[in-house]
């Protein structure tokens, strides 16, 4: 998975991008590995945050992104499962998998981002790295937890107002 040639630009959206897709290289690297949850990401991000000339606030945000959604991907896995009978997350891509573990991670833990770019995001990644119906699936699936989970439904009420 490579960051490939992202347009280097200063916005604070593109930057944002730019630390879930390093987010999401680190997330698909502990995946394969099988590293245990509470492995540093420091060292693994920091070839990843240098290829994509990315310092400052946007690689710590994809610093704690990356450490945050590995720590809890087991609770994110249950979230998955239980949103449906036929979203077996071992059985899912890794990509896709880690999409959404950084999505649940981003939508409860992160209650000043809106839930839409979340989401929105999340689809963008399925649309660079996944495969052809991995939009769909991100999408479809965010959007049962979003609605239904208890912990979704926490994070929504600490969202200030106007901010799903």
Not at 96 to 101: A, E, G, H, P, V
Not at 110 to 134: S, Y
Request: overall charge negative; some cysteine; glycine content about 8%.
């Amino acid at each position: 998975m490579s960051l490939g040639t992202t347009p280097k630009n200063g916005s604070m959206k593109h930057q944002r991008y730019q630390a879930r897709t390093i987010a999401l290289q680190g997330l698909y690297q502990l995946d394969i590995q099988r590293l245990p949850d509470d492995q540093p990401v420091t060292d693994l991000l920091a070839p990843l945050l240098v290829e994509a000339a990315l310092d400052g606030g946007a690689a710590e945000y994809a610093r704690e992104l990356t450490g945050g959604a590995w720590a809890t991907h087991a609770r994110y896995d249950q979230m998955i499962t239980e949103a449906g009978s036929h979203w077996d997350v071992s059985r899912m891509a890794v990509v896709d998998r880690n999409i959404l573990r950084l999505a649940l991670y981003e939508l409860i833990e992160k209650p000043d981002v809106p839930a839409r770019v979340i989401i929105d995001q999340a689809v963008e990644l399925g649309r660079e790295f996944g495969a052809a119906e991995t939009p769909q699936f991100i999408n479809g699936v965010l959007d049962a937890i979003w609605k239904r989970n208890p912990a979704c439904q926490m994070a929504r009420e600490a969202r200030p107002a106007g901010r799903d």
